[in-house]
C-alpha cells in the first residue's frame, strides 16, 4: 500500500503528555482529598479535555461541572507544558518526513490553541506541519472520522492515501472509520491487544517503518542499531528476580528504579546498549532491557542491564553507572525459553560489534562512567 501523506496525533504520539498529566490531576484532586491513581488513564486518553473532565467527575465524585473543572485545570496545564518533552522518535520522524517533503497533518482532540502552545516548545515544529487542525475546528472529535477526513481535505488527499499514527483507541477508531491506514503506538503497552483494528501495532515511534506504507525509508540504522541521545542512569546494584542466572544463563544488574519514573516512562521498553561503570572494577559493554520481560510478565518496568564481562564474584550494593547509546529491538514475548535465550544472545553479539564503532566506543571515556557515590 503507497501513501502519500501522514496525519500524525500529539499528545501520547508525538508529546509524552502523560507525566504532566499525572502532575496535575494529582495536585487538583489531592485539593478536593482524594488521590489520582492513574486508574482512569486508559479512558481518558485519546478524548477531548471535556469528555476527560467529565469521566474524572463521575470516578471521583467531584462537586463539579466540567466547565468548572476545566477552569480550574487549564492554568495548571498550560504553565507546564513549557516541560513537555518529544517522545523518543518524534523528532526523527519529523525531520524525516520534511526532509523527503512527504506533507504531515496534526491531528489533535485538544484545542487548536492548545496545540500551538504545546508544539511552540518544539523547536520547528510549527513550520513542519502542512495543516493543524484541532478538534474544536470540527463538529465532532475523534472517535469521529471527521477530524481525519478534513486533514486529508486540507492535504489535497484522498484519505485512502494518507496513513494515520495515533496512540488512543479512539484515534485508531476514527482512522479506520475515515478509510485510512493506522498504524498504533500503544500509549498503554501492556494494553496493545486492544489495538487489533490497527494495520500495525508497534511498540514506539523507533520502530516505524516508512517503507512498509511506500514511503522513503529511514536510513539511519547501523549495523542493526539506532543511535539515540544517551541516557544517563546510576544508582546502587539490587538483587533482581534470580531468574537471569539460574533461569537465562544471563547475569544481570537489576538497578534500583527509585527516581527513575520518569527515565522509565519517557522512554519505550525494549533492548538498548551502551556502557557500564563500577568504581573499582572499570568500564564494561553493557546489552539492557527495559520493560516488563513479557515472557516472565513483569508487574512493573524494569532496568536490567547485562555487563558483557565474566565476573569472580557479584556486586550487590555498589554504585553502577549506566551510559546507554542505542537501540536494538522492541521488547518482545516468545514461545519458548530457548528462543528467548537464543535471541538474548544475538543482542549481545549486535551491542559486542557495534560499541567498538567510533560512533559508539567514544562515550567510554564520558565521565559519567567514573563518577562514583561515597
Known amino acids: 500500500m503507497v501513501v502519500s501523506g501522514v496525519i500524525i496525533d500529539l499528545d501520547g504520539t508525538l508529546l509524552h503528555t502523560d507525566g504532566i498529566v499525572n502532575d496535575v490531576l494529582k495536585y487538583f484532586l489531592g485539593k478536593y482529598g482524594k488521590q489520582w491513581d492513574g486508574r482512569e ?22 462537586p463539579c ?4 473543572l476545566m477552569s480550574q485545570i487549564s492554568p495548571l496545564f498550560a504553565e507546564r507544558w513549557c516541560n513537555i518533552k518529544a517522545l523518543p522518535g518524534a523528532n526523527r520522524l519529523i525531520k ?6 512527504v506533507p504531515i497533518a496534526l491531528a489533535s482532540n485538544s484545542s487548536r490553541e492548545n496545540i500551538e502552545s504545546k508544539i511552540s516548545f518544539q523547536p520547528g515544529w510549527k513550520d513542519s506541519f502542512s495543516v493543524i487542525i484541532g478538534s474544536d475546528e470540527v463538529a465532532m472529535a475523534k472517535p469521529s472520522p471527521e477530524i481525519f477526513l478534513e486533514s486529508a481535505k486540507r492535504l489535497n488527499l484522498e484519505p485512502s492515501r ?11 477508531t476514527a482512522g479506520k472509520a475515515a478509510g485510512m491506514k493506522v498504524v498504533a503506538v500503544p500509549s498503554h503497552p501492556k494494553k496493545s491487544h486492544l489495538y487489533s483494528s490497527a494495520d500495525e501495532v508497534i511498540n514506539s515511534l523507533l520502530d516505524f517503518q516508512p517503507q512498509k506504507w511506500g514511503l522513503p525509508p529511514f536510513e539511519d540504522w547501523i549495523e542493526n542499531t539506532l543511535p539515540i541521545n544517551p541516557l544517563y542512569i546510576g544508582g546502587p546494584v539490587i538483587k533482581g528476580y534470580g531468574r537471569g542466572s539460574k533461569v537465562l544463563g544471563v547475569p544481570t544488574a537489576n538497578l534500583s528504579t527509585e527516581g527513575y519514573s520518569d527515565v522509565l516512562s519517557e522512554h519505550p521498553s525494549g533492548v538498548y546498549f551502551g556502557w557500564a561503570g563500577l568504581w573499582r ?6 546489552v539492557m532491557s527495559i520493560g516488563w520481560n513479557p515472557f516472565f510478565d513483569n508487574a512493573e518496568k524494569t532496568i536490567e542491564p547485562w555487563l558483557l564481562h ?11 553507572r549506566l551510559v546507554v547509546v542505542g537501540y536494538i529491538r522492541p521488547e518482545a514475548n516468545f514461545p ?10 544475538e543482542d549481545r553479539r549486535i551491542a559486542d560489534r557495534a560499541l567498538d564503532l567510533p560512533l559508539y566506543s567514544k562515550y567510554r571515556n564520558d565521565q559519567y562512567l567514573k563518577q562514583h557515590d561515597a
Open 162 to 172: 494518507c496513513l494515520v499514527i495515533e496512540d488512543s483507541i479512539p484515534g485508531v
Open 65 to 68: 461541572s466540567s466547565t468548572e
Open 310 to 320: 565474566d565476573f569472580d564474584d557479584d556486586f550487590y550494593g555498589e554504585d553502577l
Open 281 to 286: 572494577r572499570g568500564i564494561f559493554k553493557i
Open 41 to 62: 488513564a486508559l479512558r481518558v486518553t485519546g478524548k477531548t479535555p471535556f469528555e476527560s473532565a467529565a469521566v474524572i467527575i463521575e470516578d471521583y465524585g467531584l
Open 96 to 101: 524525516h518526513f520534511t526532509s523527503h517533503r
Open 336 to 345: 519458548s525459553l530457548e528462543s528467548l535465550i537464543a535471541k538474548i544472545h
